[in-house]
């Protein structure tokens, strides 16, 4: 007798109609096999799935080029087919279930036809958490089944753990024929199902990532009483050696990665990486937070990284070749054969060829050789900082939260809210400039509440609603923090250095958790004097200092009314309890 398993498989093969089918085991050889199925036989858009990199200097390494059209998250072609509109919210793209698998249907009709379909078995999450989920993924290219491997604790271990049961999370996936009128992610939350077609690129064809673990697992969450979030988890460790843990949340392309394994600036700190992207949180027996990253790898923002901004992702990239580490969309070094992003370190190289393998002319000042959005994946084992915890199933003890976006204007560098309410009323409110991570303008200014308006799936109102109501749940709430990194001056220069030196920062917030730093009290949040942060040895001038840590009650009406009219979106779902802080002012 057949599992439902395998006859979800059987299911899903009889409509796509593949060439084979292949169920994957998660062993190294067989990843090996993988890869050199898409260094020859598999082809996209005519071309080779992979290009093998300096097998000397790259070890392991293979390069990745997208369809042009298929560079990003794609949010408008993603949806949240909850059986009802005001569910999803209007922070979601709905439709309802019946017509999405409808029409989904249609558009996987034999799209496999001539491809292999690989059968991926793989955990979310340590196997032996509670929280852990046993997930399948179907796809039809051999760059998902690599990817998978790393970002996933993918082996057939998980079809005996699955078993007879139906109690699995599902995941169907096919590049289609990569026309962007026919891609669509679309989540069937209450199923536990993703059915994501043309489209290859990162979160919206590696299941696991953003479409599970964050849309699904949000609205799990919320049923079960945890939080699925876009979060880093990092330790960070002070000179006497204790660790204190922390979860930041950061929109896309704004600094989670590098955050999440900096190289401190002030001698004897240490960052250990637990999660560089996304947390699952519950509260424990002990009434204290506990965050797990339910991931195994890195899916990273190649450009503006190197020794200096981020030394541990370079070492990172070529720590092993037990996983391989993927480029995706990067340039490439024509003469060296090795990947090449504007910002890595050495000389721009003389032969380059730009993402999507044009020759590349470094005097045209306007066009970028990497994608801006351009990516590596690589296994956080390989990591020099990963965390000794980052394994355990229990997870870490949350001391402090913090919250960010990109700012060029008015939001200081760092403040402490006054509150757990206060403080899911000002992650509620929070904007960001959007980036390239996300197919749509970048650089204008938009709301988006605790990093998640791309990847809450539910309606937000009833979210911010969760995030009272877990706060309630805990003795003593962790401290909630913002930080922006981004803000600029009149020549559009950064004015924070960012990068290693945001151990500063860093070291204010956990001073502030043990109460042994100052702040003083502004209308938006308890703000550093200069003097309560660590500036031993730090290049910025006092006036600029004082610049970041400004806040000038009359220019944050502009904010205060947008946020105003994006709470009012959210008509009765709002909470009361972020209106009357909204009303405080
Ligand atoms: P996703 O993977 O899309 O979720 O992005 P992320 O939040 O992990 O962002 P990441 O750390 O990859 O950084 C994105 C971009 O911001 C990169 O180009 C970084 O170089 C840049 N960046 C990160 N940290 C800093 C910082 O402290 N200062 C400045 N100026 N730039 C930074
Ligand atoms: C993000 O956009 O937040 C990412 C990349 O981490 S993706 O997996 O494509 O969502
Ligand atoms: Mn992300």
Known sequence: MATPLERWVEEQAGLAEPESIYWCDGTEEEARKIVEAGLTKEKINGHSVFHELNRSSFPGSYLHRSHPTDVARTEHLTYVCHPDKVTAGPNNNWMPPLEAKEKLSRLSKGCMRGRTMYVLPYMMGHPDSPYAKACVQLTDISYVAVSMRIMTRLGKGVVRKIGGSENFVRGFHSVGDLDPEKRFIMHFPDENFVWSIGSGYGGNALLGKKCFSLRIASWLGLKEGWLAEHMIIIGIEDPEGRITYVVAALPSACGKTNLAMLQPSIPGY???????????????????????????????????????????????????????????????????????????????????????????????????????????????????????????????????????????????????????????????????????????????????????????????????????????????????????????????????????????????IINRTNRKAGARETPIGLVPRPGDIDTRGLDVPAEKLEELLEVNPGEWDRETEDAGKFFEKFGDRMPAELWEEFNKK
């Not at 000002?426 to 204008?444: K, L, N, Q």
């Not at 990093?451 to 911010?464: E, L, T, V």
Request: hydrophobic share 40%.
């Open 270 to 508: 240490k960052i250990w990486t637990v999660g560089d992207d996304i947390a699952w949180m519950n509260v424990g027996p002990d009434g204290r937070l506990w965050a797990i990253n339910p991931e195994t790898g890195l899916f990273g923002v190649a450009p503006g990284t190197s020794l200096k901004t981020n030394p541990n992702m370079v070492r990172t990239l070529k720590a092993g070749t037990f996983y391989p580490t993927l480029y995706t969309n990067t340039a490439l070094d024509a003469d060296r054969n090795e990947p090449w992003w504007e910002g890595r370190d050495g000389p721009v190289p003389e032969n380059v060829l730009d993402w999507q393998g044009r020759r590349w002319d470094h005097l045209q000042q306007d066009s970028k050789a990497a994608h801006p959005n351009s990516r590596f994946t690589a296994a956080i084992s390989q990591c020099p900082v990963v965390s000794r915890e980052f394994n355990n199933p229990k997870g870490v003890p949350i001391s402090a939260i913090i919250f960010g976006g990109r700012r060029t204007e008015l939001i200081p560098l760092v403040y402490e809210s006054f509150g757990w309410q206060h403080g899911v009323f000002s992650a509620a409110r929070m904007g960001s400039e959007t980036t390239a991570a996300a197919i749509h303008s970048i650089g204008a200014l938009r709301r988006d509440p605790m990093a998640m308006i791309p990847f809450c799936g539910y309606n937000m109102g009833d979210y911010f609603g969760h995030w009272l109501d877990i706060g309630k749940k805990m003795k003593d709430p962790p401290g909630i923090f913002f930080i922006n990194w981004f803000r600029r001056d009149e020549d559009g220069k950064f004015i924070w250095p960012g990068f290693g030196e945001n151990i500063r920062i860093l070291k204010w």
